[in-house]
């Protein structure tokens, strides 16, 4: 059934609308991690070290 409907999407879809199906994971999953990575460097960034803020948002990359 899975491998149906991955052929369905790669062959007889229309772009667009596979295009969305593909991209909009990747987009809501990225927001997350940058919500994530907006709050980690709030709360490290209230303890007043500025080489603690640049190491989060290195690792943030």
Do not use: H
Not at 17 to 36: E, F, K
């Amino acid at each position: 059934m899975e491998e149906d409907a991955k052929k369905y999407r790669f062959e007889k879809m229309p772009v667009p609308q596979a295009v969305a199906a593909l991209a909009v994971p990747a987009i809501v999953s990225r927001a997350v991690t940058i919500s994530y990575n907006l709050a980690d460097t709030f709360f490290v960034g209230r303890l007043g070290n500025p080489y603690m803020v640049a190491a989060v948002s290195l690792v943030s990359l």
